[in-house]
């Protein structure tokens, strides 16, 4: 199931910036690129 940052923020309360940082330092989530 993929969902975007948007709805990813949304459903776990996480900001998409902080989504992003966690992708960044931690390689999670694993991001699927279209």
Same mark, same amino acid.
């Given at each position: 199931?993929? &969902?975007? *940052? %948007?709805?990813?923020?949304?459903?776990? $309360? *996480?900001? !998409? $910036? @902080?989504? @992003?940082?966690? !992708?960044? @330092? &931690? $390689?999670?989530?694993?991001? $699927? %690129?279209?």
């Amino acid at each position: 199931m993929r &969902y975007t *940052v %948007r709805a990813a923020a949304r459903a776990t $309360g *996480v900001t !998409e $910036g @902080r989504l @992003r940082t966690w !992708e960044r @330092r &931690y $390689g999670i989530p694993k991001p $699927g %690129r279209s």
